[in-house]
């Protein structure tokens, strides 16, 4: 951490209480072995030797936020199926409790990936977008609404697969979370944001900014970082007035975060170099963490650094994994 920053008391992280909204996946890995083509196509024969899972999507956001030990309750839409069974015992294992709304028209989002010593192969989705029904939409904002004020902060998690793109309905729960002053950080998908008018923050990296700026010029592909800097800032700024957005945090890959506010100089947080093998889920740490800090009290800008030294450590990881509190610990105590 800087100097003159507050040390971020972790163990205060049992005392938070988050809800994630979104959409859960089952991310399954099928290892196994390649000794031969096939005879019937010119493809691998994999020899299956076992199957592993994790909760992926807005899953593993709640993950994250358990693993640094807060209190998560998450909201997502899932099948009648095997999947959708796993999911939820799943969550159980991980002390999450959560809401899950099925149907048997609905399926449980599923990515499954062949495995041949660590290359992927292939990527099966089985997928299908599933909006709320209007009854089941008033009822879980009532419930939403009832629940709320136990939280501290609120996390939307929008992987595009309908829950979040439900006619009203994340703007219902972004007016409710306002209207009780719990912060509201949405991690967006595609480049109609008018669904996140006026939430506390959304942290979109520089592709998905550039997305939504649309006509407005990229921010992050300047050959000098100080103009590119200056360009995101500026961008930032639109993007925060047409959404009326109190704060912005851009993540830039290996170049950090950009944070802006309304009234604030723009925060820029650099990564620190390390290895890094693998940055898929760093969005999701990115999420889970500044949430978490803001519940125990942290600014913006502080979970901000505290995000950002999250993220660097799930991308040394191998795979999809969330971030520990231990970990995070480690790193703060030894400045890493
Ligand atoms: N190559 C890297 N080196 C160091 N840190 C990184 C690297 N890539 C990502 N990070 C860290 O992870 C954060 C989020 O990364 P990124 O901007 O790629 O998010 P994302 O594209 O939403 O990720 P995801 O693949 O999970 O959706 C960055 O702000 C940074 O802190
Ligand atoms: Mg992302």
């Excluded at 999420?287 to 995000?307: K, M, P, Q, R, T």
Aim: aromatic share 4%; glycine share 8%; proline share 4%.
């Amino acid at each position: 951490m800087a100097k003159n920053r507050p040390i971020p008391q972790l163990n205060d992280f049992q005392n938070a209480n988050i809800l994630v909204i979104g959409d859960i996946m089952l991310d399954c890995y099928l290892w196994g072995k390649v000794e031969r083509i096939s005879p019937e196509a010119p493809v691998p024969i994999v020899h299956a030797q076992k199957k592993t899972y994790m909760l992926g999507g807005a899953g593993n956001v709640a993950l994250n936020l358990s693993s640094l030990g807060c209190n998560c309750n998450i909201i997502a839409l899932c099948g009648m199926d095997s999947a959708g069974s796993r999911v939820e015992k799943m969550l159980e294992e991980n002390r999450i409790s959560c809401h899950l709304l099925n149907d048997e028209n609905r399926m449980t989002i599923t990515k499954t990936r062949i495995m041949a010593i660590k290359q992927q192969l292939l990527r099966i989705d089985e997928e299908k977008k599933h909006v709320l029904s209007e009854n089941e939409k008033e009822s879980l904002l009532t419930r939403i609404k009832k629940t709320l004020p136990q939280y501290h902060s609120v996390i939307l998690s929008d992987y595009g697969k309908g829950l979040l793109q439900t006619q009203g309905f994340t703007e219902s729960v972004i007016s409710l979370c306002r209207s009780q002053k719990i912060p509201v950080l949405v991690d967006p998908k595609g480049r109609d944001w008018e669904r996140y008018n006026n939430a506390t923050c959304v942290t979109p990296n520089s592709a998905e900014l550039n997305l939504v700026a649309g006509e407005m010029e990229s921010g992050d592909n300047s050959e000098n970082p100080l103009e590119e800097e200056k360009l995101l800032v500026e961008i930032s700024r639109k993007i925060r007035e047409r959404y009326g957005l109190e704060w912005l945090l851009v993540t830039r890959g290996p170049k950090g975060m950009c944070l802006t506010g309304k009234d604030e100089k723009p925060f820029i947080v650099a990564t620190q170099a390390r290895q890094v093998y693998d940055v898929s889920g760093a969005g999701d740490t990115v999420i889970s963490v500044l949430a978490a800090g803001l519940s125990i009290g942290l600014s913006f800008e502080d979970a901000a650094l505290l995000a950002n030294k999250a993220a660097g450590i799930v991308v040394g990881k191998v795979g999809t994994q969330p971030v520990t509190k231990d970990e995070l610990e480690l790193a703060i105590n030894t400045n890493n």
